[in-house]
């Protein structure tokens, strides 16, 4: 198997960036399912069908998610409609279906119709990766709301995982007196040794009244209720995790406390560095198949 | 001199700050010259009339810039209107007049009525301190319209003075590939030593399309015709350079360059940082003259 | 169980140290098995004999190793010997027996007399936290042997575990071209967002000729003889993994290039950072037992 | 004027250095007094006598420091003399004579030779530069010679000119706790803008007690007698400032203070680099005199 001919096959922003990232490696690529008005870079062909779209394809790519629906594929670039029945129907067993977030209905029907099927969302240097844009989204939130700067603000992160770890660095490298809550003591020794300072959950309650921001990136509730209540009024809450979040916005807003709740910051901020990083783990998914 | 006894006298939002932060630090502080929705911290007295806001009061502080007109205080949240020369005259010789920015026709009329009076707007430590909440709106400017993140953005600084010493800083600590172009040979040295590259003048225009974002921080034209011609189309241009900014925007958007002039950025996206910034500053003067 | 009393018996410097900072936290700590020019803060107090050491004691703290031969306790410090049979012997089962590499011989006979045992050199926090002086280490050899500085040096190192990913943040922030050799793509990820330049091990081989220094944290061989062969003889090799190593010091020879095996590098370079870190992981240890 | 033909006449390991790195970057590079037993990169010529040395080149560069007899050029690497009037006499109006500390006497003589001359160690950028090895070099001895780690030690620069400007940036970077003493309120908005924690000198003597070491970059006494005895008695103090230094070794080992006076570092701890920097300076003044 060659892996130098691409269909990107629908999706949005972050997709057209990773079908532009392809030509510039100077892979083979073919577009299906964005208007017109999308402008890709010379080189890249755009198909006039479904079935040439497919046709001596080596991988099909397509969006972030695949699909909301388990029918269609996710076109929100494209006014008409692309079922996921009509592609893997066209596709053959050569071929590999290369997609995000692929739910267990989509992963079944390759099965069905023997398409080998891979999930670029699944891979952990993607999430690694994504990181970064959803630490910088977070401070540009908090450099756009709150009346101080980051720098020399009392910011508190929730959580040391992935997003915690690169908030964390980044929000150090500015200038912020950077808190982090963590319940592992290895998790503390880290964060000791990259010159933060840790607060074990336990003392965390007593911490509270002194932070100018709170950035959670945990997806459970850990500022319980009377947490919050220690919170000063004008302490700004970023909630990083995903959906439904980890803080209880209601419950906040009873003490007057602002929270914004962040999803899918990548896309939204930096739309062709997210291209960039679905490309670096499309690329690893070939290494890992050798081809 | 007893500096303990503060009057502010009009301002924005900064100055709302600076009147919460001198009441913070124990200071006496009364308040005259805005408007009854504007909320100050408890122990702050709003005066009835500027002759009580006056009286007993040791410091007269005033906004930034202290008159746009030379006739009336600059007060953008009061309804009323201030004359400058109603304050001179309430004024003793005992009492120290405090502005930014403050005009030669008010140094002047100060002399005429005898009242001490002193700018903080030029104290360098202001202009040093600025330097961070300007560094910071443009980088909240950069995460905001560029596509990419400011992470692996390949970012120019045109200039190596107070800002552009703050912003390199910033920009390479968030993981930009950071160049700084610079004149003298010692800032380029210092560049280097900082960890980041050094593009004398010389080399810069077979630099330019390389980058993602450039930041001007100088306040004469460095990019003329034949550089802008080298910078590319989806490059961004923030201009940090005061009125009338270094960067000539219409000969930019002849080549399809966007540029961004942003100016006053401390007051904009930081005031409360602005305001105890001026408040430090105020104090050094206080240190200076013994009181 | 009340852990205020404290026994120290035995140990080198980092122990010493370890007395002092009890001492200093407000328990009660005895002394045994030192020589008598050891000096101790005030208010430790000299056991005359193990039998008074060990009476009344809540916890009994030994050195690092514990010990050498299985028979007596590891105590460099003291001109006499301590044999682990004759502590458990007047040991109760109310005590606690904490120590360092403790041997699995050792172990079963704490069990044989009943006695609770926890090795503090287990804990993942002192690990972490012993990366830090180790990585100082390292760069003070660098620093030391290289006629070039840290900073500027082109620098690789292999493995991003521990002392790897402390290393690397250490070295990209004193200014070295950081190049870090990694083999999961996640790794890579990480390696990228915090700035450094990620090797994968499949190109780490055209890239060898550039470095000035490597640092080995890697504890199998990783430079085979054909990647040594293109090392530059003028390459310093720092080998950081413990004995044996991951760097064949004889085969590096043959090309001329010189290599440092830095053993034990916290209780070298920092005996008292490293006692503080045993401090802490013992607490954490009474924490996690609720004493 | 072409400025490619260089004579390298006599100095240490560092002009051995500076030889080498002319020589890689494509000048014709002859050298002269120097033992056989000094190694030369290959494409170094080694001339055979002073008129041969000297004989075509447009540039003779000579050690640092020129002279410490005024008679003779310092030749720490060659066992015989090679005397001023003899070089100078042989020189002809065309040839540019440079060197580090050159002393008015040697300038004096080059006037009445009529040989234009300039000296390198008089020009910013080198200083700027020069701090870096010397930063390097102080946290190596602190490193070396402290018992805890640089991270997490109490660090007090004092001064924030050139070297104290780096050292605190090295520092913080290391995750020491950087104080850093300056006089003028805009250093100490500098300091807080980078991170640091200001000491203006008013306060200096309060805080004494806390810290672990203390690095002096100032040319005269700060730490006075009072000062000295509220100091630590295991605090290192590194006189960092030229010969006289600015700290008393005699007042401070009466308070039982180790001082130690660091001179020199950049050819000590890094001749390499140290050589890369004055070649790097040479080219600026080759440039500045527009060939």
Redesign the interface.
């Known amino acids: 198997m060659n892996c130098k001919k691409i269909l990107i096959l629908g999706g949005d ?1 972050r997709i057209v ?1 990773l079908a532009n990232n392809f030509n510039r490696d100077g892979f083979d690529v073919v577009t299906y399912g964005f208007s017109e008005d999308i402008d890709f870079d010379g080189g890249i062909v755009r198909a006039a069908n479904l079935k040439d779209a497919l046709s001596g394809r080596d991988v099909v790519i397509s969006g972030l998610p695949v699909t909301v629906d388990d029918v269609t594929l996710h076109t929100p670039l494209y006014e008409d409609k692309i079922y996921l029945y009509d592609v893997l129907k066209l596709m053959t067993k050569e071929q590999l279906f290369v997609g995000g977030r692929i739910t267990p209905k989509v992963k079944n029907l390759c099965g069905i119709y023997n398409i080998s099927v891979t999930d670029y969302f699944e ?4 999430t ?2 994504n ?3 959803t630490a ?2 977070a ?2 939130l908090a ?2 709301l ?7 603000s009392k910011s508190l992160v929730l959580g040391f995982g992935r997003i915690g770890k ?1 908030l964390s ?2 929000l150090n ?3 912020a007196e950077t808190y982090v809550e963590a319940r ?3 998790d ?3 964060i ?4 933060y300072t840790g607060i074990p959950l336990n003392n965390l309650k007593g911490s509270l009244p002194q932070f100018d921001v709170i950035y959670n990136t945990v997806p459970h509730e850990i500022l319980t209720d009377d947490m919050l209540k220690l919170v000063r009024r004008d302490c700004l809450i970023i909630d990083l995790a995903s959906a439904p979040g980890g803080v209880d916005i209601e419950k906040a807003a009873r003490y007057g406390i602002k929270v914004v709740h962040a999803l899918s910051l990548p896309g939204k ?5 997210a291209g960039e990083i679905i490309k670096d ?1 499309i690329l ?1 998914i070939f290494a890992d198949m050798g081809v």
Do not use: H
């Open positions: 922003k960036s891979r952990e240097e993607l690694v990766a990181a970064v844009p910088e989204g401070i540009e450099m756009n709150l009346p101080v700067t980051v720098w020399g690169i660095s980044r490298a500015l200038g592992k003591f290895s503390l020794a880290w000791d040794a990259y010159g901020v930096a739309p062709e560095t783990t690893n």
